[in-house]
């Protein structure tokens, strides 16, 4: 008589295979680097467009929710493991549907996926859906994340730091002492899309405490900053308030 072993399928393997044949069946195209929005080779990706994205995650969504949350971060760990854009959004969109189960004793595993990141598009979107809901929840030990990765050697990291104060948490004014201090270690920053970050994060606290953070833009300038910073940070100003800015000449003495 003959044996046959069965192998099971975990739960998690079948959703990252069920999500990547999805998405492969959707594409235009197999991945390859996408030098439109990204000039380097990092961020590899199907030929996908937003909206046929977010069809096929809303179809996948009651499986993934019906998860146990330890599942739901393997799963996003394994879907970032796969290397590819697409796969590695999918990954931050579990990530945003468990965000209201998340706390401090899973930060060591955000700061791993933060690893995986291959674009500045992870790093834009796990700050808004992921990063901000945890800064007003568990204000502290998000602060604590984001100071360590204003210190990485990693970019996106780097990035994430300063990009999870844009928009919403920008405009309140709640976080406007940390964000300039982490703003501060990145302004002269050698990567130009962590500069953009700081740029783009300076722009938004501006609406939440506006004169401070004008003022910290014309310093900055004094002290030679990139036109990028600067022109992303002045970008709501018009008229009297942005020629003042620019108007700013780098003082050479300072050291």
Known sequence: MTRFSV?????????????????????????????????????????????????IMREFRPRLRALPLNERLDLAEALFAEGEGWLGHSAIYVLALSVGELGSQHFERLDRMAGRFTGWSHVDDVCIAV????????????????????GSANRWKRRASVVAFVRKIGESGEFTEDALRLCENLAFDRQDLVRKGVGWALKDLMRGDRERVLE?????????????VTLYAIRDLDGRERQEVLAVRPNRTVV
């Open 7 to 55: 192998t099971s399928v975990s739960p998690v393997d079948e959703l990252v295979a069920g999500i990547r044949s999805t998405i492969e069946s959707a594409a235009t195209r197999p991945p390859t680097p996408d030098r439109k929005f990204n000039k380097d080779d990092e961020f590899v990706a199907y030929g996908l467009n937003v909206p046929a994205w977010r069809r």
């Open 131 to 150: 990063i901000q809901p945890l800064l007003r929840a568990h204000r502290s030990e998000t602060l604590a994340l984001l100071e360590r990765w204003n």
């Open 216 to 228: 910290y833009v014309k310093e900055l300038r004094r002290r030679g900053v990139s036109s990028t």
